[in-house]
């Protein structure tokens, strides 16, 4: 709620250069281990999948990386004229902060 009002001041302050605005959680720990644990069980279930349909199963992980990031959005400012010296203070849309983990498994094949 804070926010329109903050970058109304900065602008009345003088300030013209906006490099932008990232939002994210306190602390994401929890979160990036959810998305991390979801991202190996999709990896191994799709590897499950293409071992099959190659008569293979699935043996041993030989290797496994991941990146984590946050994707958080940019917040979106709305667009207004100054009709008067009367406005209302800029409207900046809500939205998400989204984590994503991506993991990269090598697999060993096994008959």
Do not use: C, H, W
Not at 46 to 63: E, K, M
Not at 70 to 87: H, I
Request: proline content about 4%.
């Amino acid at each position: 709620d804070a926010l329109g009002p903050t970058l109304d001041a900065l602008v009345e302050a003088g300030g013209n250069t906006f490099a932008g605005l990232r939002f994210a959680l306190d602390d994401d720990t929890g979160v990036l281990d959810q998305a991390r644990e979801q991202a190996v069980k999709a990896a191994m279930a799709r590897a499950d999948l293409l071992a099959s349909a190659a008569g293979y199963r699935v043996g041993r992980i030989v290797t496994m990386n991941e990146n984590s990031y946050n994707q958080g959005p940019q917040p979106l400012m709305a667009m207004a004229r100054a009709e008067s010296a009367d406005f209302a203070a800029t409207p900046v849309a809500a939205g998400e902060v989204g984590y994503t983990a991506a993991v990269n498994v090598t697999v060993e094949l096994v008959r």
